[in-house]
């Protein structure tokens, strides 16, 4: 990779209550490409995004954005770094009380001072983007899933931010829905320049955008490499993941007794 | 029995830690300077916690103004001092009934949809959002509820009073035959302003703080599932009720027991 | 942000309603009144006995009220207690030398206030003198007393 590094990722400890859910990982994310996050479910990626983003202390490494160690700044300085930062929540997060327009308009009021008709243009454009100029006028609660995360998506590039995340963006959506967001992840990190991070368990979709893959699992990086070389590493457990076999490594069955000796109530349980 | 003694002390420090918890947010979500945004924000909370209070805190008033009238008469009228009615309904209502009755149906009526909404918030990611954006939720949403509660309050318990004393005329006076310029006259006669209108004020902005902190507190600290925000809008009334009828007795020690 | 001029009326209302509130508890309820303090006339009177006269208690001339007692304390001097009177200003020189002063009871068991009756002396009382004729309140006990000592006299 001949990219400048953006994001930096080292040596990261984190643990919640007796649960170890990041146990030394280091990641190096290039500016202007997009990088996915994989794992299974459960293995904190959604965790990790919050560390970045500043939300989370992790107990030992650090988090480079830019240079800058994210939890090293103060409260302000913080602040200023996440009006470069752009983040789509799983579940959109779009402001209920405010109407589709005022929510893409909220960093842009909040952030800038610009007169009112250059607000209403730049957040025209914005909808334009994903395709919902029609509906500015809807409130959140009559978008349905995948128009929701579209008006996400439409106020987290509002800023022009330099780096993106994506927290599973394509859960629970239909294939056209996905089909949508995919390509617009695409087209946005092109036009754009933006720097994304794709946080993700849905294989196909998520390997048809990305530029470079991490596969995260029992709280270190288990494999990383481009989407073409990484179905050849041969740890179980990544194959597992990519291929998506119930078991494995990763067991299909909860830990349980013998399933003869349970059937028959040898121990005697409930 | 070590192993209850540990649980005990365990317990009291998650108490203590929750206090200074909500010590801490209290600060950092009052202090600070409103922006042109904030006061607009604060407005809208006003609406909401204040102006469709204002229904039930108002007939409550009037029928407690009323009941006051009908239960005070019978029993003056047996020592043939039923003109001191209008004094017996001024001061039970300025000293202790608006206060204290305005602060629960508020924590019934304002405090659990406080606690719920911003709960919900949490639950679906719009707080975490609005901190990614690089906005603090602390003074977005919770500043404007925190100050709209601590200004309506007051002003509920002030309508509140005021209607059950008319509440009470219209029972002493028009029903009863209660003399009319001896309602007025027996109330004019012991009410002190500062001493009876200002220390139930005190003990309303006293409630109003409370009440609307651990409203707000109790949304903000939730687990976020729906189980949570139900516990947590439960703990809201429990807890505040609990607090004003607790307060309330400090209060009344402090302003009229005569320690001074 | 949208702004509803519904909801700001509303709450302008309402906020005009607590402060209307407030005036009225303070000038219905408590009874103040819009006169400055420098408006007013001042009187002593010592009393023997002030029963249970307390602070605000209404001042009365021929039934009307025309001010009210504004302190009460003990004079350690006489050993007697010491009314502080708050008249209406128009009072002031007007009020002959010999006024006296009592208190007095409204109804059996109502409160206690100050009675002014006036004398016919050609001086009159100023700003801060003190009114030397006064009766002091009855009390329930040693009327019975009284009484009692009268019967067993006869």
């Known amino acids: 990779m001949t990219d400048s590094l953006f994001v930096e990722v080292e040596n990261l400890?984190?643990?919640?209550?007796?649960?170890?859910?990041?146990?030394?990982?280091?990641?190096?994310?290039?500016?202007?490409?997009?990088?996915?996050?994989?794992?299974?479910?459960?293995?904190?990626?959604?965790?990790?995004?919050?560390?970045?983003?500043?939300?989370?202390?992790?107990?030992?490494?650090?988090?480079?954005?830019?240079?800058?160690?994210v939890h090293a700044l103060s409260r302000k300085a913080l602040f200023t770094l996440r009006r470069r930062m752009g983040m789509l929540f799983q579940s959109g997060a779009l402001f209920s009380d405010l109407s589709v327009f005022e929510n893409v308009a909220f960093p842009l009021r909040v952030h800038t001072d610009l007169p009112q008709t250059m607000i209403r243009d730049l957040v025209l454009m914005k909808l334009q983007a994903v395709g919902l100029r029609g509906a500015r006028e809807l409130m959140p609660a009559e978008l349905s899933g995948g128009m929701a995360r579209r008006v996400a998506l439409a106020r987290a590039i509002a800023?022009?931010?330099?780096?993106?995340?994506?927290?599973?963006?394509?859960?629970?959506?239909?294939?056209?829905?996905?089909?949508?967001?995919?390509?617009?992840?695409?087209k946005l990190n092109e036009a754009l320049g933006l720097t994304s991070i794709v946080v993700s368990h849905d294989i196909q979709e998520t390997l048809s955008i990305a530029d470079y893959v991490y596969v995260i699992a029992d709280g270190q990086v288990m494999a990383h490499g481009t989407p073409e070389n990484l179905d050849i590493?041969?740890?179980?457990?990544?194959?597992?993941?990519?291929?998506?076999?119930?078991?494995g490594p990763v067991p299909f069955h909860y830990q349980a007794p013998d399933y003869f000796r349970d059937i028959l109530n040898l121990e005697g349980r409930p | 029995m070590i192993g209850r003694v540990m649980r005990l002390g365990q317990r009291g420090c998650d108490v203590l830690e929750a206090l200074g918890r909500a010590g801490l947010f209290l600060v950092q979500s009052s202090v600070g300077i409103p922006s042109r945004e904030?006061?607009?924000?604060?407005?809208?909370?006003?609406?909401?916690?204040?102006?469709?209070?204002?229904?039930?805190?108002?007939?409550?008033?009037?029928?407690?103004?009323?009941?006051?009238?009908?239960?005070?008469?019978?029993?003056?009228?047996?020592?043939?001092?039923?003109?001191?009615?209008?004094?017996?309904?001024?001061?039970?209502?300025?000293?202790?009934?608006?206060?204290?009755?305005?602060?629960?149906?508020?924590?019934?009526?304002?405090?659990?949809?406080?606690?719920?909404?911003?709960?919900?918030?949490?639950?679906?990611?719009?707080l975490t959002s609005m901190e990614m954006i690089g906005v603090d939720p602390l003074r977005r949403v919770v500043a404007p509820r925190l100050w709209a509660g601590f200004v309506a309050l007051p002003m509920l318990t002030v309508g509140f009073s005021v209607v059950g004393i008319y509440g009470g005329y219209l029972v002493g006076v028009e029903w009863l035959g209660v003399f009319e310029g001896s309602y007025w006259s027996s109330m004019q006669a012991s009410v002190d302003f500062i001493a009876d209108v200002g220390n139930g004020m005190v003990k309303s902005l006293v409630f109003a703080l409370v009440v609307t902190w651990i409203a707000v507190f109790q949304g903000y600290d939730l687990v976020p599932t729906s189980e949570g925000i139900s516990r947590a809008t439960t703990r809201t009334?429990?807890?505040?009720?609990?607090?004003?009828?607790?307060?309330?007795?400090?209060?009344?020690?402090?302003?009229?027991?005569?320690?001074? | 942000m949208k702004r509803s001029k519904t909801m700001e009326l509303g709450?302008?209302?309402?906020?005009?309603?607590?402060?209307?509130?407030?005036?009225?508890?303070?000038?219905?309820?408590?009874?103040?009144?819009?006169?400055?303090?420098?408006?007013?006339?001042?009187?002593?009177?010592?009393?023997?006995?002030?029963?249970?006269?307390?602070?605000?208690?209404?001042?009365?001339?021929?039934?009307?009220?025309?001010?009210?007692?504004?302190?009460?304390?003990?004079?350690?001097?006489?050993?007697?207690?010491?009314?502080?009177?708050?008249?209406?200003?128009?009072?002031?020189?007007?009020?002959?030398?010999?006024t006296t002063a009592a208190i007095l009871t409204s109804g059996l068991l109502g409160e206690q206030y100050v009675g002014l009756t006036v004398g016919?002396?050609?001086?009159?009382?100023?700003?801060?003198?003190?009114?030397?004729?006064?009766?002091?309140?009855?009390?329930?006990?040693?009327?019975?007393?009284?009484?009692?000592?009268?019967?067993?006299?006869?």
């Open chain 1, 159 to 186: 800023l022009d931010p330099d780096l993106v995340l994506y927290d599973e963006p394509f859960v629970g959506q239909d294939p056209i829905s996905k089909g949508v967001l995919v390509q617009l992840i695409k």
């Open chain 2, 38 to 126: 904030g006061c607009y924000l604060w407005l809208r909370q006003m609406h909401f916690v204040g102006v469709l209070s204002l229904a039930i805190v108002l007939v409550s008033g009037l029928f407690i103004g009323m009941v006051l009238a009908l239960q005070g008469y019978t029993i003056l009228v047996d020592f043939g001092a039923e003109q001191a009615l209008g004094q017996m309904v001024a001061l039970s209502l300025l000293r202790e009934l608006s206060p204290v009755v305005a602060a629960l149906l508020f924590a019934g009526r304002a405090g659990s949809a406080l606690t719920a909404e911003i709960g919900l918030m949490k639950a679906t990611e719009q």
């Open chain 3, 120 to 154: 016919g002396d050609p001086e009159m009382l100023g700003d801060g003198d003190t009114i030397r004729d006064t009766q002091s309140a009855l009390v329930l006990e040693e009327l019975i007393q009284q009484f009692v000592s009268n019967m067993v006299n006869d």
């Open chain 3, 11 to 98: 709450v302008g209302l309402f906020m005009l309603a607590g402060i209307l509130g407030l005036l009225i508890l303070g000038l219905r309820v408590s009874g103040l009144t819009f006169t400055a303090a420098d408006d007013s006339f001042r009187l002593e009177a010592n009393f023997a006995n002030i029963g249970g006269l307390k602070p605000r208690a209404r001042v009365t001339m021929s039934g009307v009220t025309v001010g009210r007692v504004s302190a009460i304390e003990l004079d350690t001097e006489w050993y007697d207690a010491r009314v502080l009177l708050e008249l209406d200003a128009e009072l002031e020189d007007r009020l002959p030398r010999d």
């Open chain 1, 233 to 247: 590493d041969d740890d179980p457990r990544v194959t597992q993941f990519v291929h998506g076999e119930p078991d």
């Open chain 2, 237 to 260: 009334v429990v807890y505040s009720s609990l607090a004003v009828l607790g307060l309330d007795f400090v209060l009344t020690a402090l302003m009229f027991g005569g320690f001074s």
């Open chain 1, 13 to 69: 400890h984190f643990s919640r209550g007796e649960k170890v859910i990041f146990d030394g990982v280091a990641m190096q994310i290039p500016r202007g490409r997009i990088t996915a996050i994989m794992g299974p479910s459960g293995t904190g990626k959604t965790t990790l995004l919050k560390l970045i983003g500043g939300q989370l202390v992790p107990d030992a490494g650090r988090v480079l954005i830019a240079g800058q160690d």
